[in-house]
C-alpha cells in the first residue's frame, strides 16, 4: 500500500508517539548513554546473535578491557576471544578487532560515517552500518533487525515474509520517512525498544503501544498472522563424542583450525559419529586418527545439547584417564592441530566453545 493511500497509517504521526512512548519507557542500557560510534559498535555487533540480558555485562567488561580502538587492535587474538567467551560465534569478535585495526590504518582511528566505507570493514552489513550511522552520527539510515521487522510487518500488514527483498526495501523507505522531523538515532533506538518491550513475538502489548489505532494489523485482527514465517529449513541434530584426556592433574586440549565455525576456539578432542556407529566406537576412532592413541576403559559421564541457529550438536562425553603404560598425545608431535596439556586453572582462560566450557565446569572443575 503506498504511504500517501486513503487508509494508509500516518507515519509522522505514528514516529512523534513512538519517540514520546520512548522517552518515557527506555532501558537504562549502558550503551544508551554515549554516541561514541566505537562503543555504538561493540554493542550493535553482540547485540546480533545474543540477548540484552547477557551482553550487558560482557559489554561492560569488553569496554572495560578494550575501551578504544587501539587497544582492541593490540591485543592479542587469546585475548579478545576469552572477552566474548559466553556471547558465541566467535568470528564476531574476530572482525571486530580487524575492523579495529583496519579503522586505525585506513581511517585515522575514526569509525567511518559513509556506507561504502563502513560496509567494506569485515563483519558489517546493512543492519550495523545502519545503527552506526544513525546512533552515533545521527544520519538517516534505517538498521532493521529481527525486532524492527516484526514491528513493520504489524504495522503495515504486510502479508509475505519480512525478509523478501521488496519488503526490506519498504521497510528501509518507511524509517528514513519516518526519520524527518525526528533525531535518527533516537528513532532506531525506539523502534528496536518497541520490538523488545512491547509488540512482543507471541503476545504484543498492544493495548500499550503508542501506534494504538494507526496500526494496520491491529485494526484488520491479523497481529497473530504477522509477521508471515519464512519456509524453515529443517534443523540439522548433530552426534559427537568427545573425550577429557587427562594425566591425573592435567587435560589435553586442541585448537580448531584458523578458518571456520568457532575457528581458534580450544575444545576436547573427538568428533561426529559417522552413520551407525556408537558414541564409544567414534570416540575411540576419532582418537585414533587424530591424536595416534588407542584409548581403553573409557567411562561415560554424561551428555551435553547445544543449540546452533542451524543446528543442534549432542556431546556424549567420557572421562579417560591415561596411565603410565598408554602413549599420551604428544602436542609437540606431528599432530594436525596445536594443542596441549593444561591444568584446569589454565584451561578456563583460554576461549572455548559454549558446550566445551560446560564440560570444563561439570565434570572437570567440579568432578562426580
Ligand atoms: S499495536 Fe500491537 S501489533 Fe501493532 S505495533 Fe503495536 S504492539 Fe505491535
Redesign the pocket.
Known sequence: MPFSAPGAPSLGTAAQRLQEWFSVHARDLPWRSTRDAYAILVSEVMLQQTQVDTVVPAYREWMGRFPDLGTLAEASQEEVLKAWEGLGYYARALNLQRSARLILEHHGGRVPREDEELLALPGIGRYTAGAVQSIAFDLPRAAVDGNVE??LC??LDIDTPARDRRNQILFGRIVREMMEENSPGDLTQALME??AL???PRK???D?????G?????SRGT?SK?PVPRPRKPTQAIQASVAILTDGERIFLQKRPPEGLMANLWEFPGGKLEEGETPRAALRRELFEELGIKVRGEKKVGTIRHAYTSFSVTLHVYLARMNGSESLPDPSGNLALPSGWFTPEEARRLPMPAANVKILARWVEEPD
Open positions: 516484526r514491528v504489524r504495522f518497541l520490538g512491547v509488540c512482543l504484543p502489548r498492544c500499550g503501544c503508542p501506534f494504538g494507526l496500526c494496520l494489523a491491529r497481529v504477522r
